[in-house]
């Protein structure tokens, strides 16, 4: 255990279909973010929220909205995905953006849109 | 841009032999980072390497830092199946402070 949960750990979803993940630590840590890892591609960073502050998007489309409303919780929005949306989505957290501080992952929303 | 390099991306080896894998990086940073990933499971750290000539060793792992080659290695001495996994070198200093991962290197130690 990494002191980060993640929960769905799995979830089905139709195109049409609105869900969200959710991410929970309390470990005191400041930044979180949202990862995707799809197969065969490196992680690709989603979101950083650091200090409950969003500090960029880093491109990524609008049917994937987050949300932080304190330090200790951290959500996903899902709206109108597409298959290739399907991934593992993990959320980690740090003490404060990552420099010279290390992450820890939550075990991951394994996310399949049909 | 900031890219991180692994290789091999596949290692399949015999227990009780050694190997390394390696991790370029395109630009100077002085942190680098080895995860493990087991199947279906989370991110493990393994290692943090804070500044040239770092080496860190845990068990039969030992990582080590060349921030002038832009280079890590993890080296594995005395393989286990335990070590079956997929390891994943990232570098501190995306531009907000986030990790950028390697594409991983699958581990897989047969008997």
């Known amino acids: 255990e990494t002191g980060v949960t993640q929960t769905p750990r799995h979830l089905v979803m139709g195109m049409t279909n609105k869900k969200s993940l959710k991410c929970e630590q309390h470990?005191?840590?400041?930044?979180m973010y949202w990862y995707k890892q799809s197969a065969k591609k490196p992680l690709e960073l989603m979101f950083v929220?650091?200090?409950?502050?969003?500090?960029e998007n880093n491109s990524v489309p609008s049917r994937f909205s987050p949300e932080c409303p304190n330090s200790s919780h951290l959500f996903l929005h899902l709206h109108t995905l597409q298959p290739e949306d399907s991934a593992l989505y993990l959320c980690?957290?740090?003490?404060?953006?990552?420099?010279?501080?290390?992450?820890?992952f939550g075990q991951g929303t394994r996310l399949t849109v049909v | 841009e900031l890219k991180v390099e692994q290789n091999p991306l596949f290692l399949s080896m015999q227990e009780g032999k050694n190997y390394t894998i390696y991790c370029n990086y395109s630009?100077?940073?002085?942190?680098l980072y080895w995860y493990r990933q087991d199947p279906g499971k989370s991110l493990e750290s393994l290692f943090v390497?804070?500044?040239?000539?770092a080496v860190k060793q845990e068990g039969r792992l030992m990582a080590s830092l060349d921030t002038k080659a832009r280079l890590s290695t993890l080296h594995i001495t005395a393989a286990v199946h335990d070590l079956s996994a997929t390891y994943f070198c990232?570098?501190?200093?995306?531009?907000?402070?986030?990790?950028?991962f390697g594409k991983g290197t699958k581990l897989s130690v047969k008997p």
């Open positions: 929220y650091n200090f409950k502050e969003q500090t």
């Open positions: 980690a957290s740090s003490l404060r953006d990552l420099r010279g501080t290390e992450a820890f």
């Open positions: 390497l804070l500044s040239n000539g």
């Open positions: 630009t100077t940073s002085d942190r």
């Open positions: 470990l005191g840590h400041n930044a």
């Open positions: 990232a570098l501190g200093g995306g531009s907000q402070g986030n990790l950028i």
